[in-house]
């Protein structure tokens, strides 16, 4: 979640934050299907021995709207539910996850997390998706609207670590980026030049800042997950609240690591 903005003092003064996400591709094979306040992405990669293509879901909007908003865009480009060989979650803020039992149960596809956010989405016994709201007094204002988009509990088949690689788009590296939540995850593309950061990142206009940090567990940790992207290698960015950063993206997130430092 990435309302209000962040604190201005951090990354000069923020502009207009955006531009909001929109409905579309990005790179041949990787589309973002903008919704109201989030996203979904879809990876669509040729299996290897086949070549019939598999769809990887990453992320999936709020509980009760978007995953329906998911499948019909799918359907759109030509695919079923059948079509879906696997889900993603970036991390367990109820607008990223809140559709991804519904989307499990319409494709039966397999759920990847994080593994420290893995027994949280699985609903084990003590865990359970929290508050995302951090100022305290906040929080008990929040509550009374943000629990009915409580995510439902969902298995996760695949916990993730930094590192690792996924078969999507000629191969994904995940990099663990937390701050936002513990367990959020970026996904870097280095063979199509594409860095997806969810939350890790917001962008205002042509600059980007820190994530908001009403929303987030650990400033100090998403400075370093930025010091972190910034060191890899990229032409664009993918936001899951505004479009992609197609000009000048990797000289923007050095600009931000460096300004965190
Ligand atoms: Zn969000
Ligand atoms: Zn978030």
Known sequence: MDW?????SIYRRPSIPGPRARVGEVIPGLHQRGMLTTSAFLVITPHAETGEPSVTVIDSGWRYFHHDRVLSYLRRLGYGP?????????HFHPDHVGGMARLHRATRAPVAAHRVEAPDLAGEPGRGMPNPVKPKWLRPLMWPLLAPTKPAHVPVAQTLDDGDTLPLLGGATVIHTPGHTPGSISLHFPNEGVLL??????????RLTLPSRWFSSDMEAAKESVRKLALLDFEIICFSHFEPMRNGARAALRTLAEYVS
């Open 4 to 8: 209000p903005p962040p604190d201005a």
């Open 82 to 90: 059948e079509s879906v060989s696997g889900l993603i979650s970036t």
């Open 197 to 206: 950061v969810a939350d890790a990142v917001q962008r205002y206009q042509e």
